[in-house]
């Protein structure tokens, strides 16, 4: 088995996988490996497929995601007395990021004909505001 | 029925458009239901008055009113003193307000903007029925989503007069349930609609309208596990696609958002466990979104250990999560109310006063049948086409329905979220049926085809098709004719009557009406200072605040259960131990009802075993149920009564003077079909009588002062009736030195 993982890694990576038939369960070794190629795999493939547009969303969102990290990091730290300051401030992190994930998923090229036949990326540009809109009333009422 | 039009724009009927006659009958459809959902529900104001019913509305009445004579804000910060007594509540933050302010809004409306000044009492008696018009438009686009409008329409008229949810919407039935089904319903449609699209303004739709049901009632829970179920089945069965992702992620950021404003819910959402489920499948949700990104972009091989690795890292971290958060006590357990639906003994045993409601308990078997006549055994068959043609949306059908219908066995006041379900599955179902039976158009164009080439002779007129057609629809208008009937029967009979007001029939046939509960609460509201304190048992709370306008201890919101064990204390001890509570809580009267006079079966004595339960959840040593019942177990309260239950104030209040109107002869109990012995009439030492109502449905005690001079209230008693009775016990008076404790 040993032996095998150390021919198919490389050559999964193209998608073919010629070799491995082996019905036994793989060990430990080869699923990490075959992890670790998918995650390369994907990476790669998301740097290549993306557009200027798609990266001001994942910049956004990676921002968002820091920010969220920070707040829930000073939770940790110093408490959370006011509960509902928080709980504003995270949830507009994480309902901000849906919503730019949402928005993502329907403008991307592959899926927007795919999946949402019915909305035009202006369409969808113009739910995200008005979801996002009503997000951030909320948020600032809750926050008080 | 819509397919040949759409091929056809110039298919035309007396010269008019099709799709217009189409819109047409829609319309005059739409308001004959309306029509139909709002007058079914009048039996009651037409028959009586136009009053609020039940116990709960009093209450919601009373909110709405302080609404419209106060401001909003007053009305959010509303701590009510009169409620509760030594407690109060903080009303704006145990309450939904939803159901307060539509009715606010609508009297603003009315009154500003169209001029029309109308009683507040009006708009809270009459908002159910309206309501129950827009429920039937929602059930409508909810169905058009599963199949087409003609079930929509089928949906919407079953939905518009069925009498599960009658009986919760008749007009004076100013409930939370009034508007929250049709809030309901409103969600679901919304959601579906999104979940179709993965549209994120419908999402953000159906994230607005589960705020508004959030903030109108506490079944929004059902919401917030249904939906994340759908979307967990989905997953399931293999069928994420990134619509799912937007319209459910949409929902639940905004929606929990959305239901942390109500003050009641609060944190909730995030601390209790009913609604975990909508997180972990929000959770779950963002994993299957990156596992699908990755599956895209990877082959399947390769992405079969990825997946396994992910399940279990996800699976064990989840569970461990949730455990370990309950166990250190971050999310709160399962509420008492909630879990008595799983566990259906947990009430019984460790909370009566779950148990102790009427409907709490299970659904027997004819009440399907009475509720909704037949789409009972349409509903199961309307699920089961909804197998055979499995869309995303059919599933929720099939899961709404399985869900609701466990819920709805094991507790009947449940039966009012199945109904919308039973009428959406059962209109499928018969406009299935009308598909393929009412379409005699293929019997005839096929006809019409066959016919020139053969002989010139139109013997071959399908008759035996048409026949058969004919006889099987025929049979569904008379079920559905009888459906009407039925569901009118059903309102009038069962479901119309105002508790507040008692009919009964005179010998003659017209009617009686017994209206002692108004009579005792306006003689309580006139004749009593206003700030005068009732004690009565809860089911009477809200009605004492709305009508008498009287401060009370503990009414229907039953949040504190020691202090409802402490009237239910009051009302079962023995008279020193009662004035002692009576005393310590400032009560002025005491407000029982009894219908041992009149046969009103729902009287104190016939709580009052529950009342001795509570008492004894907190009072173990003093109240003990076993001492209420005769040496052989009965429950009795003729001259086999026990001593505990002869000497509990209960029972003395109720009997007071009872064989008095016999004559000297045994009272006759009517309800209980008991004696009341009439040489051994309880002595009351502590209240006196101040109002009885003609009925004797209503008493009312006048709790007594301390004695002027220190003497304990029975000795008071007793030696005044020694004046009363002459001078028997005088004349052989002892003289003997009292054996008295040494004065400190």
């Given at each position: 088995?040993?032996?095998?993982?150390?021919v198919?890694?490389?050559?999964?990576?193209?998608?073919?996988?010629?070799?491995?038939k082996?019905?036994?369960?793989?060990?430990?070794?080869t699923?990490?490996?075959?992890?670790?190629?998918?995650?390369?795999?994907?990476?790669s493939?998301?740097?290549?497929?993306?557009?200027?547009?798609?990266?001001?969303?994942?910049?956004?969102?990676?921002f968002?995601?820091?920010?969220?990290?920070?707040?829930?990091v000073?939770?940790?730290?110093?408490?959370?007395?006011?509960?509902?300051?928080f709980?504003?401030s995270?949830?507009?992190c994480?309902?901000?990021?849906?919503?730019?994930?949402?928005?993502?998923?329907?403008?991307?090229?592959?899926?927007?004909?795919?999946?949402?036949?019915?909305i035009?990326?202006?369409?969808?540009f113009?739910?995200f505001i008005?979801a996002?809109?009503?997000?951030?009333?909320?948020?600032?009422h809750?926050?008080? | 029925?819509?397919?040949?039009?759409?091929?056809?724009?110039?298919?035309?009927?007396?010269?008019?458009?099709?799709e217009?006659?189409?819109?047409?009958?829609?319309?005059?459809?739409?308001?004959?239901?309306?029509?139909a959902a709002?007058?079914?529900r009048?039996?009651?104001?037409?028959?009586?008055?136009s009053?609020i019913?039940?116990f709960?509305p009093?209450?919601?009445?009373?909110?709405?009113?302080?609404?419209?004579?106060?401001?909003?804000?007053?009305?959010?910060?509303?701590f009510?003193?009169?409620?509760?007594y030594?407690?109060?509540?903080?009303?704006?933050?145990?309450?939904?307000?939803?159901?307060?302010?539509?009715?606010?809004?609508?009297?603003?409306?009315?009154k500003?903007?169209?001029?029309?000044?109308?009683d507040?009492r009006?708009?809270?008696?009459?908002?159910?029925?309206?309501?129950?018009?827009?429920?039937?438009?929602?059930?409508y686009?909810l169905?058009?989503?599963?199949?087409?409008?003609?079930?929509?329409?089928?949906?919407?008229?079953?939905?518009?007069?069925?009498p599960?949810?009658i009986?919760?919407?008749?007009?004076?039935?100013?409930?939370?349930?009034?508007?929250?089904?049709?809030?309901?319903?409103?969600?679901?449609?919304?959601?579906?609609?999104?979940?179709?699209?993965?549209?994120?303004?419908?999402?953000t739709?159906?994230?607005?309208?589960?705020?508004y049901?959030?903030?109108?009632?506490?079944?929004?829970?059902f919401?917030?596990?249904?939906?994340?179920?759908?979307?967990?089945?989905?997953?399931?069965?293999?069928?994420?696609?990134?619509?799912?992702?937007?319209a459910?992620?949409?929902?639940?950021?905004?929606?929990?958002l959305?239901?942390?404003?109500?003050?009641?819910?609060?944190?909730?959402?995030?601390?209790?466990n009913?609604?975990?489920?909508?997180?972990?499948?929000?959770?779950?949700l963002?994993?299957?979104?990156l596992?699908?990104?990755?599956?895209?972009?990877?082959?399947?091989?390769?992405?079969?250990?990825?997946?396994?690795?992910?399940?279990v890292?996800?699976?064990?971290?989840?569970?461990a999560g949730?455990?370990?958060l309950?166990?250190?006590?971050?999310?709160?357990?399962?509420?008492?109310?909630f879990?008595?639906?799983?566990?259906?003994n947990?009430?019984?045993?460790?909370?009566?006063?779950?148990?102790s409601?009427?409907?709490?308990?299970?659904?027997?078997?004819?009440?399907?049948?009475?509720?909704?006549?037949m789409?009972?055994w349409?509903f199961?068959?309307?699920?089961?086409?909804?197998?055979?043609?499995?869309?995303?949306?059919?599933?929720?059908?099939?899961?709404?329905?399985?869900?609701?219908?466990?819920f709805?066995?094991?507790?009947?006041?449940?039966m009012?979220?199945?109904?919308?379900v039973?009428?959406v599955?059962?209109?499928?179902?018969?406009?299935?049926?009308?598909?393929?039976?009412?379409?005699?158009?293929?019997?005839?164009?096929?006809?019409?085809?066959?016919?020139?080439?053969?002989?010139?002779?139109?013997?071959?007129?399908?008759?035996?098709?048409?026949?058969?057609?004919?006889?099987?629809?025929?049979?569904?208008?008379?079920?559905?004719?009888?459906?009407?009937?039925?569901c009118?029967?059903?309102?009038?009979?069962?479901?119309s009557?105002?508790?507040?007001?008692?009919?009964?029939?005179?010998?003659?046939?017209?009617?009686?009406?017994?209206?002692?509960?108004?009579?005792?609460?306006?003689?309580?509201?006139?004749?009593t200072?206003?700030?005068?304190?009732?004690?009565?048992?809860?089911d009477?709370?809200?009605?004492?605040?709305?009508?008498?306008?009287?401060?009370?201890l503990?009414?229907?919101?039953?949040w504190?259960?020691?202090?409802?064990?402490t009237v239910?204390?009051?009302?079962?001890?023995?008279?020193?131990?009662?004035?002692?509570i009576?005393k310590?809580?400032?009560?002025?009267y005491?407000?029982?009802?009894?219908?041992?006079?009149l046969g009103?079966?729902?009287?104190?004595?016939?709580k009052?075993?529950?009342?001795?339960?509570?008492?004894?959840?907190?009072?173990?040593?003093?109240?003990?149920?076993?001492?209420?019942?005769t040496?052989?177990?009965e429950?009795k309260m003729?001259?086999?009564?026990?001593?505990?239950?002869?000497?509990?104030?209960?029972?003395?209040?109720?009997?007071?003077?009872f064989t008095?109107?016999?004559?000297?002869?045994?009272?006759v109990?009517?309800?209980?079909n008991?004696?009341?012995?009439?040489?051994?009439?309880?002595?009351?030492?502590?209240?006196?009588?101040a109002f009885t109502?003609?009925n004797w449905?209503?008493?009312?005690?006048?709790?007594?002062d301390?004695?002027?001079?220190?003497?304990s209230?029975?000795?008071a008693?007793?030696?005044e009736?020694?004046?009363?009775?002459?001078s028997?016990?005088k004349?052989?008076?002892?003289i003997k030195?009292?054996?008295?404790e040494?004065?400190?």
């Amino acid at each position: 088995m040993a032996k095998n993982t150390n021919v198919t890694t490389p050559a999964a990576t193209n998608g073919a996988s010629p070799i491995k038939k082996s019905t036994g369960r793989p060990s430990i070794a080869t699923t990490i490996n075959e992890l670790k190629s998918t995650i390369d795999t994907t990476l790669s493939n998301y740097f290549d497929s993306l557009t200027p547009k798609l990266k001001l969303i994942d910049i956004f969102l990676t921002f968002l995601v820091l920010l969220g990290v920070i707040n829930f990091v000073y939770v940790l730290l110093i408490g959370n007395f006011p509960f509902n300051a928080f709980l504003g401030s995270f949830i507009s992190c994480v309902g901000q990021f849906v919503l730019l994930v949402s928005l993502r998923l329907q403008i991307n090229e592959d899926n927007g004909q795919k999946f949402f036949k019915d909305i035009s990326p202006e369409r969808a540009f113009g739910d995200f505001i008005f979801a996002s809109l009503i997000l951030h009333f909320i948020v600032i009422h809750f926050i008080n | 029925m819509s397919k040949p039009t759409t091929s056809k724009p110039q298919l035309k009927v007396l010269g008019i458009d099709v799709e217009s006659i189409r819109v047409l009958l829609k319309v005059i459809i739409f308001i004959s239901i309306a029509g139909a959902a709002i007058s079914s529900r009048l039996f009651s104001v037409i028959r009586f008055e136009s009053i609020i019913h039940e116990f709960d509305p009093w209450f919601n009445f009373r909110a709405t009113k302080y609404l419209v004579t106060h401001s909003f804000y007053e009305f959010l910060n509303w701590f009510d003193d009169r409620t509760w007594y030594p407690l109060g509540r903080v009303t704006g933050g145990t309450l939904y307000p939803g159901l307060m302010v539509t009715s606010g809004a609508i009297w603003h409306f009315l009154k500003n903007w169209l001029s029309l000044p109308v009683d507040i009492r009006n708009i809270c008696v009459l908002l159910a029925p309206v309501f129950s018009g827009l429920t039937a438009i929602c059930t409508y686009f909810l169905t058009k989503e599963m199949k087409d409008s003609s079930a929509g329409l089928l949906a919407a008229i079953f939905m518009g007069i069925a009498p599960g949810y009658i009986s919760r919407s008749v007009a004076g039935s100013y409930d939370n349930e009034a508007i929250a089904i049709t809030l309901l319903m409103a969600t679901f449609y919304f959601w579906i609609k999104s979940m179709k699209l993965g549209s994120v303004f419908y999402a953000t739709l159906t994230a607005l309208f589960y705020f508004y049901m959030v903030s109108a009632w506490g079944g929004y829970v059902f919401i917030t596990n249904l939906i994340p179920l759908h979307v967990f089945v989905l997953i399931f069965m293999g069928r994420y696609n990134p619509k799912l992702y937007t319209a459910y992620t949409t929902w639940y950021a905004l929606g929990t958002l959305a239901s942390m404003q109500i003050p009641f819910v609060g944190f909730l959402p995030i601390r209790s466990n009913d609604h975990m489920a909508a997180l972990g499948v929000f959770g779950l949700l963002q994993l299957v979104a990156l596992g699908d990104y990755v599956k895209s972009k990877v082959p399947s091989k390769q992405f079969k250990s990825f997946l396994v690795v992910s399940i279990v890292l996800v699976v064990a971290l989840g569970i461990a999560g949730l455990v370990g958060l309950t166990a250190m006590g971050w999310i709160a357990p399962w509420t008492g109310r909630f879990y008595s639906l799983w566990d259906t003994n947990y009430a019984k045993i460790h909370i009566p006063i779950i148990a102790s409601v009427s409907e709490h308990q299970p659904t027997a078997w004819p009440a399907f049948f009475f509720d909704t006549s037949m789409l009972i055994w349409l509903f199961p068959a309307g699920v089961y086409l909804c197998f055979q043609e499995l869309k995303n949306e059919h599933v929720f059908i099939i899961i709404y329905s399985v869900l609701c219908s466990y819920f709805a066995g094991v507790m009947v006041r449940l039966m009012l979220t199945l109904t919308p379900v039973i009428c959406v599955a059962a209109a499928i179902a018969l406009s299935k049926l009308f598909d393929v039976y009412l379409d005699v158009v293929d019997l005839f164009t096929e006809d019409a085809s066959a016919r020139p080439s053969k002989s010139k002779k139109s013997k071959r007129f399908p008759i035996a098709a048409l026949a058969s057609k004919a006889l099987v629809l025929l049979s569904f208008t008379f079920y559905l004719f009888y459906f009407v009937l039925h569901c009118t029967w059903v309102t009038s009979n069962a479901y119309s009557s105002p508790s507040v007001v008692l009919a009964s029939r005179n010998p003659d046939g017209s009617q009686h009406i017994i209206d002692d509960y108004r009579e005792a609460y306006y003689w309580l509201r006139m004749n009593t200072p206003e700030d005068a304190k009732v004690m009565a048992w809860w089911d009477y709370g809200y009605q004492i605040g709305g009508m008498a306008d009287r401060t009370t201890l503990v009414d229907n919101n039953t949040w504190n259960n020691t202090h409802i064990a402490t009237v239910g204390k009051a009302m079962s001890s023995p008279e020193e131990v009662s004035y002692e509570i009576l005393k310590q809580h400032d009560v002025d009267y005491i407000l029982v009802i009894f219908g041992g006079l009149l046969g009103y079966s729902g009287d104190d004595i016939n709580k009052f075993l529950w009342m001795v339960r509570i008492a004894e959840g907190i009072w173990p040593e003093e109240i003990k149920e076993r001492d209420f019942f005769t040496e052989r177990g009965e429950y009795k309260m003729d001259k086999d009564a026990s001593p505990t239950m002869r000497n509990s104030l209960m029972y003395k209040m109720s009997y007071y003077r009872f064989t008095e109107l016999f004559g000297g002869r045994d009272g006759v109990d009517r309800v209980r079909n008991q004696q009341i012995p009439a040489n051994d009439p309880p002595q009351l030492n502590i209240v006196e009588e101040a109002f009885t109502s003609e009925n004797w449905i209503v008493r009312i005690y006048k709790v007594k002062d301390l004695d002027n001079v220190g003497r304990s209230l029975n000795q008071a008693t007793a030696f005044e009736e020694s004046f009363v009775k002459g001078s028997a016990s005088k004349r052989n008076r002892a003289i003997k030195r009292p054996r008295l404790e040494v004065r400190e």
